[in-house]
């Protein structure tokens, strides 16, 4: 079960890698707010038929490798340069995306009075820190070990339960493998569990309880306990 910790804590990374600068603006918030409408800012990046603009890290691999520049330590700052005055100047001759993806996409509107200087600096600085070939191929590692994992598996990652529950030994929950076998413990007994929380039931937990999970799906709710009572065998 390590390798659940391990994958927890880059799953946790990769949900806050650094957006604040010294001048207070959290680019990677601003990023959000102010350019989520069109464009989509997963790391993949997921792409829709009727999308209105290129994905963010398409944009930031593009614009980072096209810049021209001598000197590769400028290469960055020059980046960032063309972000801060593309997104209030747009041009279909200054835009690096192919002649059919403008056409079709359609040249972007200026964002003129809607982010300040400032704010764009923070945001490009954070898209040319976040966007990188790096981040993506941790991104795709952690992906790959997701998809590997049986579903119910990668949901109680998700969802945080692992954080209280381990297979194999209790920690502040009993453990999973205990769970599936104990007693009068069906399908149905597991899930009204997890969506109404639990208590007393397990000697084990000295009195701590079970949340109620509200939010979760029937059908998740239902995987993961399938996969709880799958683990009856584990050592
Ligand atoms: C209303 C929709 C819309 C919003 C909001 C928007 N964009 Fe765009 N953006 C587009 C479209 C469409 C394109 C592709 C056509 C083009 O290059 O002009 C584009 C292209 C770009 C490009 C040029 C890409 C290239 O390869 O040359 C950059 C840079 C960019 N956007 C940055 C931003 C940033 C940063 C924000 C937020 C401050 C933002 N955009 C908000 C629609 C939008
Ligand atoms: C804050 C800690 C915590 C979290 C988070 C947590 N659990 Fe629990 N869980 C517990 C405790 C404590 C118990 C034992 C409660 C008891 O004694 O009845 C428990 C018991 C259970 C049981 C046994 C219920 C039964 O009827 O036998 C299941 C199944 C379970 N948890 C699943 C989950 C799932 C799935 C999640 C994530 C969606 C989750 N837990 C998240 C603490 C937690």
């Known amino acids: 079960m390590k390798r659940v910790l391990i994958l927890a804590a880059l799953l946790f990374l990769a949900g806050c890698s650094q957006g604040k600068k010294e001048n207070n603006l959290d680019g ?5 707010q102010k350019c ?5 800012l997963d790391l993949p990046p997921k792409t829709f038929e009727d999308e209105k603009a290129p994905p963010m890290m398409a944009v930031a691999f593009h614009v980072r490798s096209f810049i021209k520049t001598e000197d590769e330590s400028q290469r960055v700052p020059k980046a960032i340069a063309f972000v801060k005055d593309y997104v209030i100047n747009p041009s279909a001759s200054k835009s690096f995306c192919d002649k059919e993806s403008l056409k079709s996409y359609g040249l972007m509107p200026s964002q003129k009075g809607k982010v300040t200087q400032d704010e764009l600096q923070a945001i490009a600085e954070y898209m040319f820190s976040h966007f990188t070939q790096k981040n993506l191929n941790e991104a795709q590692v952690i992906q790959n070990r997701l998809n590997a994992m049986p579903k119910g598996e990668r ?9 209280c529950h381990k297979v194999d030994r209790k920690i502040v929950g009993p453990a999973f493998r205990d769970v599936a076998r104990k007693k009068g413990n069906s399908l149905e007994v597991l899930m009204q ?8 039931k397990y000697a084990s937990s000295k009195g701590a309880i079970m949340p109620a999970f509200t939010k979760l799906s029937d059908a998740d709710v239902k995987t993961i306990s399938e996969w709880i009572l799958s683990l009856k065998d584990e050592k």
Do not use: F, P, R, T
Request: proline fraction near 0%; glycine fraction near 4%.
């Open 155 to 163: 949901l109680a990652l998700q969802n945080n339960c692992l954080s």
């Open 36 to 40: 989520s409408s069109c464009h989509n």
């Open 193 to 200: 569990s997890i969506k109404n929380g639990s208590k007393k």
């Open 28 to 32: 990677k918030k601003l990023l959000e």
